[in-house]
T-cell receptor
Framework: QQKVQQSPESLIVPEGGMASLNCTSSDRNVDYFWWYRQHSGKSPKMLMSIFSNGEKEEGRFTVHLNKASLHTSLHIRDSQPSDSALYLCAARGNNRIFFGDGTQLVVKP | EAAVTQSPRNKVTVTGGNVTLSCRQTNSHNYMYWYRQDTGHGLRLIHYSYGAGNLQIGDVPDGYKATRTTQEDFFLLLELASPSQTSLYFC????????????FGPGTRLTVL
């Protein structure tokens, strides 16, 4: 059973647009989320992490967390072609970390 | 930034063959992980370790053994490789505790014919 579900599977946005990615955990023990970005042919790198209710902003990237629903979202404003990548959500629960299957983002010039 | 290296970067073997994938991290991290990544899937955890001599079973351990010989070195062993183990393998390390960021190596692409 997949403990971390991401949606959509793929997303196309125009350059300069807003990309919104979602992640939900089915495990009530989850208490920490990460977002990783993986460019084609490269290894994943952490983008942002969040464990408190609310939002966190770093440049063009904003992460939201609703702990009651165990839902986190990543929003990328002013999307650039260089943001095209696989975005992986990870969640910590029961002393384990689980990754979702990712959202493939394509930003079209 | 954390440095994690993997070798080999590419490996081709035949069904039933013996394969060892190596991972080394030079940042004194306690935790190390082996993942596989297949098209349509994210990262699936094979084995992980808290420190030298320690081994924990992940979510997809069948057909894999692992050994952590030192704090720096973590090995993944496929003793009777099968085509279903054709995949991209990543090693990662993180500091103390599961709240720490994971740093990934460049990956090893394994093909089992």
């Amino acid at each position: 059973q997949q403990k971390v579900q991401q949606s959509p599977e793929s997303l196309i946005v125009p350059e300069g647009g807003m990309a919104s990615l979602n992640c939900t955990s089915s495990d009530r023990n989850v208490d920490y989320f990460w977002w990783y970005r993986q460019h084609s042919g490269k290894s994943p790198k952490m983008l942002m992490s969040i464990f408190s209710n609310g939002e966190k902003e770093e440049g063009r990237f904003t992460v939201h967390l609703n702990k009651a629903s165990l839902h986190t979202s990543l929003h990328i404003r002013d999307s650039q072609p260089s943001d095209s990548a696989l975005y992986l959500c990870a969640a910590r629960g029961n002393n384990r970390i689980f990754f979702g299957d990712g959202t493939q983002l394509v930003v079209k010039p | 930034e954390a440095a994690v290296t993997q070798s080999p970067r590419n490996k081709v073997t035949v069904t039933g063959g013996n394969v060892t994938l190596s991972c080394r991290q030079t940042n004194s991290h306690n935790y190390m992980y082996w993942y596989r990544q297949d098209t349509g899937h994210g990262l699936r955890l094979i084995h992980y370790s808290y420190g030298a001599g320690n081994l924990q079973i992940g979510d997809v351990p069948d057909g894999y053994k692992a050994t952590r010989t030192t704090q720096e070195d973590f090995f993944l062993l496929l003793e009777l490789a099968s085509p279903s183990q054709t995949s991209l393998y990543f090693c990662a390390s993180s500091g103390q505790g599961n709240y720490a960021e994971q740093f990934f190596g460049p990956g090893t692409r394994l093909t089992v014919l």
